[in-house]
Structures are given as C-alpha cells and as structure tokens.
C-alpha cells in the first residue's frame, strides 16, 4: 500500500512538472530583473540621493515638503517607465513563446514558465552571480 501512494505520488509529481513546460502562463521575476539591471540602479542612487540631499538642506519645512514631493512624482514616473518597458519586453517574450498570460513570479508557488532569463536578454541585462548558500 506504501509503494502503491509512493507511485501515485511520483506520477502526480511528473504530470505537473510536464505541465509547467508546456504552461501557457509566463512567469518574470521582477525583483530578480530591477535587482540585476543598471539602468534601475542608477535610477534608484540618483533618487537616493536627491532625497539625502532634500531632507539635508537648511531649508523651511514647506520647501523641504515641496521637494520631496517633486521627488515622489518623479520616482513614479520613473517607475512608470521601467515597468512599461519589462511589460514591453515580456509581451514580446510571451508572444514569441505562445503564452496566454504573464505574472510575476512573487507569490507564485509553482507552475509556469520562467521568462526572467529571456525578459532580462531583451532588456540587454547580464545576471549578476549569486553566492551559493552556505559556502
């Protein structure tokens, strides 16, 4: 009987896996991308930086709000942006492959192809090697 639900569950295991290969759902790993692409890291120091600069200054409260809130509309047209340009990406990436739908991979616990690889290429983005854990 033990052998019998062991079985079962390889077959199960089997049948998603091929599942996932053949997934009409596309898969990007947004953190992965913005954590590996230049122009989002110069984007965010600049911002960064403007905003040390803002809370810095030996200005009126009002003025420092003012900036600040210049500086909030300029992240999110930043982030507009570069959002439209990985939606751009993975459309084309999901059009090329035949997927009827892309999500991002954060909260998804399996299933799917994984473009990231294949988004980060079209978005002329080199992967930064991660260390392996515990070495």
Same mark, same amino acid.
């Given at each position: 009987?033990?052998?019998?639900? $062991?079985?079962?569950?390889?077959?199960?295991?089997?049948?998603?896996?091929?599942?996932?290969? $053949?997934?009409?759902?596309?898969?990007?790993?947004?953190?992965?991308?913005?954590?590996?692409?230049? %122009?989002?890291?110069?984007?965010?120091?600049?911002?960064?930086?403007? +905003?040390?600069? =803002?809370?810095?200054?030996?200005?009126?409260?009002?003025?420092?709000?003012?900036?600040?809130?210049?500086? %909030?509309? @300029?992240?999110?047209?930043?982030?507009?942006?570069?959002?439209?340009?990985?939606?751009?990406?993975?459309?084309?990436?999901?059009?090329?492959?035949?997927? @009827?739908?892309?999500?991002?991979? +954060?909260? =998804?616990?399996?299933?799917?192809?994984? =473009?990231?690889?294949?988004?980060? @290429?079209?978005?002329? =983005?080199? +992967? @930064?090697?991660?260390?392996?854990?515990?070495?």
């Amino acid at each position: 009987m033990r052998n019998h639900k $062991h079985a079962i569950l390889l077959c199960a295991a089997a049948m998603l896996a091929a599942c996932a290969r $053949h997934s009409s759902i596309g898969l990007v790993d947004v953190q992965r991308i913005v954590s590996n692409w230049p %122009e989002y890291q110069g984007y965010q120091t600049q911002l960064l930086n403007e +905003e040390r600069s =803002i809370s810095s200054r030996r200005e009126s409260a009002a003025r420092r709000v003012s900036d600040a809130a210049g500086l %909030e509309r @300029k992240y999110a047209k930043v982030t507009d942006q570069l959002s439209a340009q990985i939606r751009d990406a993975a459309g084309k990436i999901a059009s090329q492959s035949q997927l @009827k739908l892309v999500l991002t991979r +954060e909260g =998804i616990g399996y299933g799917g192809v994984d =473009i990231t690889s294949d988004v980060e @290429k079209a978005l002329n =983005i080199t +992967e @930064k090697a991660t260390p392996t854990p515990g070495i």
